[in-house]
Each structure stands twice: as C-alpha cells, then as structure tokens.
C-alpha cells in the first residue's frame, strides 16, 4: 500500500485538555504578536543608516545596530517575551502531554517492541548534546516522548499555525536537488523524528533509508511515523560524525539544518564521516543555515540576534563557516553550493566522493 508522507501531525485533532489548548494558543500568539514590533526595530536600524553598504563582518553589522538600539523600549521587549514564549513552549506542551497521556500513548509509541538500534548504549553523549536546544527543556531527550512532544505540539500545534503553511515543504525542495535519482542507501544524518527522512521517502520511494540521531525520544518518534507511512527505516542511535555504520556503505549522506547545532570541529568531523560512509562515487548532500553574506545587511542581523535570543550557540559559526573547504578537505570533489529558498536559505552543499578514492 502506498501512502503520502507530509509533516503533518498524525491526527488532526489530539484529543488533549483544553487547558494545554489555550497555553500552547497564548504562546502562538504572543509570537505573532511581535510582528509588528519587528517591523518597528526594523524600520528604525534603517532610518539610522545600520544597513548601508555591505557589511565587512557580523561582529561589525551588530555592533553598529545594537548601539542604535540600546534604548530601546520596543527592542527590549521583543527580546524579553521571545526568551519567556522559547522557555514556556517545551515545559507546556510537556505539561501537556503529561496531563492527557492515557489519551495521547497510543499516537506516541510505535508497535515495534525494538524501534531503535541503539549503537551509543551506556556511553556519554557528546559535550555538545548537553545544550537545550532551542530552549528545549532538558533537552531532546528530556522526556521520554520528546519526539511527540516536539512534532505534534511545539511543530505541529505551535509554529506550524505560527508560521502557516507547510512548514516542511524546504525538505522535499532539498530532497530533490540531489544530483541522482536512483539512491538505493540513503544515510540521514541527524534525522529526529524523521522531517527530513519523511521527504527522503516520497523522492527516493526505492531508497532503503538510516536515519541517526543522538535522541532516543525522537529516533523513537520517527519510528512510530515510520510505521504509520508504511516505511521501514534503519534508525541508529548515534553521533552524526562516528556513526559505527559499515564504510562503503551509502549512494547519499545528507542532512538537513544539522550543522548548525553542533560546534565547528564535529562539523569537520562530519563531514569526514559522511566521506567514510559513502561508497566511491557517492554524494554527500547537506543543507543548513545560509552563509550571512548572501543576506541582507537586516536579514542577517536578525539571524545572529535571533539565535542569541533562541539558545542557538553555533548559528554564527554555521553562517560564516567555509563549508565548500571542510568538504574539499574532507576528500570531496566536484563541490557546489546553492540557495535553495528565499533569501538563500536553506544554503546547500553538494559534493562527491571520488570515484576511486583510495
């Protein structure tokens, strides 16, 4: 049986109390209504000359437009209500889930008894996976059914209606840009509970497919997805740069926005492991953040001053990182970059593993 595979959530209507209803309502307003503050602060930097001319460093475009919003009432509490909305999300929708779990179990867990191969086991997870992510409480495997947690509530039932439209539809864009369409071995790289891989699928239907992540709670999540698509994935738990998969292994390694929430040095790694995996002639295919450069001198403004404000550490690093040299060090050839959307992002890099690489 063939099915569409969208993001969508699962169920159209969780059945959930009205109480986390409301909350995770209020919360979706209370961004929306930033919008016109946003316009404000936006308004007010280029009546004050802060995005004239191009702009030679991040570091030098903040400095000047901090200072012309240092006294700023608007500025202040834009920054202030989008701190306090990022820390309530993940600790409501919990909350939530909690509440209505007997009701909410049978969306949230797979039928398979061993949904994930687990190849981390008992070991400690890398330092950077410590970080709560956008302000994700504990972090993505904070509760054990963060995966639900994270798509059907903050996604599905927050900035899904936040930002409108198919806020997954950047994924299938990037899905089709790879240079082939006849992958039989689809490694996805940092997958959660399976976007990214979901898009995979509906491009590559022949494809066999291993999503890897570090977060059982997603892994797991993207099983239960999985399961309800009628796919069949491989899904590993395990760092994105020592996965422990067989070398030789995959026609494509890709990812989408995973570089930019692991520091510079692991993006190298990477890259070197997605080199590893790839069977000679392979592609490795990774989206993420677009490079500040191609941004407007606000649009890149407000990238960094978002991240600062978003619990995005290594957003700056992604956006200024030469990424065509990490993937040419790595050992790649034929390296290319694009923009793939509006206002170049997402920023796309393709490359090619040699075809007799040693």
């Not at 570091?59 to 202040?76: F, N, W």
């Not at 409501?92 to 949230?108: K, W």
């Not at 439209?165 to 399976?194: E, K, N, S, W």
């Amino acid at each position: 049986m063939t099915m569409t595979t969208t993001g969508a959530p699962l169920v159209a209507d969780l059945p959930v109390d009205q109480r986390g209803r409301a909350e995770l309502d209020f919360l979706r307003a209370v961004r929306g209504g930033l919008a016109p503050l946003r316009t404000r602060i936006r308004e007010r930097l280029q009546a004050g000359g802060a995005f004239d001319g191009p702009f030679t460093t991040i570091e030098a475009l903040r400095a000047g437009a901090d200072a012309q919003l240092r006294d700023a009432p608007d500025h202040r509490v834009t920054g202030a209500v989008l701190r306090w909305a990022r820390d309530q999300q993940t600790p409501r929708a919990t909350a939530l889930f909690d509440r209505n779990r007997d009701r909410l179990l049978i969306y949230a867990t797979p039928r398979s008894t061993d949904p994930v191969d687990d190849r981390l086991g008992e070991q400690p997870p890398p330092r950077y996976w410590t970080y709560e992510f956008h302000g994700t409480t504990g972090g993505w495997d904070g509760h054990e059914h963060m995966g639900f947690i994270h798509h059907e509530l903050v996604y599905g039932r927050l900035l899904t209606a936040a930002y409108g439209g198919d806020i997954f539809a950047q994924r299938t864009t990037v899905a089709q840009a790879a240079p082939r369409d006849d992958y039989a071995r689809i490694a996805d790289l940092g997958c959660g509970t399976g976007q990214y891989t979901m898009k995979l699928a509906e491009v590559y239907p022949q494809a066999r497919i291993t999503g890897v992540d570090l977060s059982h709670a997603e892994l797991v999540y993207a099983r239960r997805r999985a399961e309800q698509a009628g796919h069949d994935w491989h899904l590993v738990r395990a760092p994105a740069e020592d996965t422990t998969l067989p070398a030789d292994s995959f026609d494509l390694v890709t990812s989408f926005i995973l570089l930019h929430e692991v520091p510079p040095h692991i993006t190298r790694k990477i890259f070197a492991e997605a080199f590893r995996l790839l069977a000679p002639g392979g592609d490795v295919h990774m989206s993420d953040v677009a490079p500040y450069r191609l941004r407007s001198g606000y649009q890149a403004w407000a990238d960094d001053w978002d991240a600062e404000n978003g619990s995005e550490p290594w957003w700056r690093s992604a956006a200024t990182m030469d990424l065509a040299s990490v993937a040419t060090d790595a050992g790649f050839v034929e390296v290319r970059q694009a923009a793939s959307g509006r206002e170049s992002y997402p920023w796309v890099l393709t490359a090619r593993k040699p075809a007799a690489a040693a």
